[in-house]
């Protein structure tokens, strides 16, 4: 008869990060800068895609592990 390994305790889950977070924050940050410059469209969007920079590069550190 074989022996039955003991079985491998379980591994913790990996703890995930989101980053939407950052793609309100550059969204509100933008339109509020853009605003102060009469400018609150182009801010919200140039806020709006550092966000997302920002996002995209947590979600890429977290997904390297």
């Known amino acids: 008869m074989t022996a039955v390994p003991p ?4 591994t913790p889950p990996r703890r995930m990060m989101g980053g939407g977070l950052l793609l309100a924050l550059g969204a509100l940050i933008g339109a509020f800068a853009g605003a102060s410059q009469g400018q609150p469209s182009l801010g919200l969007i ?20």
């Open 7 to 10: 079985p491998s305790p379980p």
């Open 46 to 65: 140039v806020g709006l895609a550092g966000g997302v920079a920002l996002a995209t590069a947590v979600w890429l550190r977290d997904r390297a592990g």
